[in-house]
Structures are given as structure tokens and as C-alpha cells.
């Protein structure tokens, strides 16, 4: 019995480690997340999710489409000039329906 409960005790800050790790963004996420928040100006546009390679994916009415897509090509010129070879994967735009 005492055997079992120091091997528990034992497991549990590895096991929150373990947890907090699998947590972690990765550097493109960062980066997606960046360009992201400086781009959050149009009404319409929705983020549902950054990728681990940093593609940023939305949802948004078509009007606000090319603003917002030219938007997050600025921001992308911006991160290379500290980051130059940075490779960022387009990101995708789905249409809200109306």
C-alpha cells in the first residue's frame, strides 16, 4: 500500500509537466497569433484556429476578404524583416454565408 502511494506521489509532477508541455505553442503559432491580433480590425472576420505551422485559419464575410488577407500579408513582411527566410503558409479564408 505504501508502495503504490509514493509511486502516485511520485508520477504526479511528472505527469503536470507532461501536461503543461503538450500545451505549448509552437514559434509559428506565435507568429500566426501575432499577425492575427494585429489584423482583428473587421467586423465580420472570425479566428478559428492557428496550425502549428502558423497557418491562420478564418472565417468572414466576402467583402472583408481581400482587406483582411492584404492585412496579414503586411503583417507577414513585417515578421520578416527580423526574420528573414521565414516561411508562412497561406492562410485560409472561409466565406460566412449572407
Not at 8 to 18: D, E, F, G, Q
Not at 43 to 54: I, N, P, Q
Amino acid at each position: 500500500m505504501i508502495g503504490a502511494r509514493r509511486i502516485a506521489i511520485a508520477l504526479v509532477p511528472a505527469m503536470a509537466a507532461a501536461g503543461c508541455m503538450t500545451g505549448a505553442q509552437t514559434i509559428e503559432q506565435d507568429l500566426g497569433y501575432q499577425r492575427w491580433k494585429r489584423c482583428d480590425t473587421f467586423a465580420t472576420v472570425a479566428l478559428k484556429r492557428v496550425d502549428t505551422d502558423g497557418r491562420v485559419t478564418v472565417t468572414g464575410r466576402e467583402s472583408e476578404r481581400d482587406p483582411f488577407l492584404n492585412c496579414l500579408a503586411e503583417q507577414v513582411r513585417e515578421q520578416r524583416k527580423s526574420k528573414p527566410g521565414l516561411i508562412v503558409p497561406e492562410p485560409t479564408f472561409n466565406l460566412r454565408p449572407g
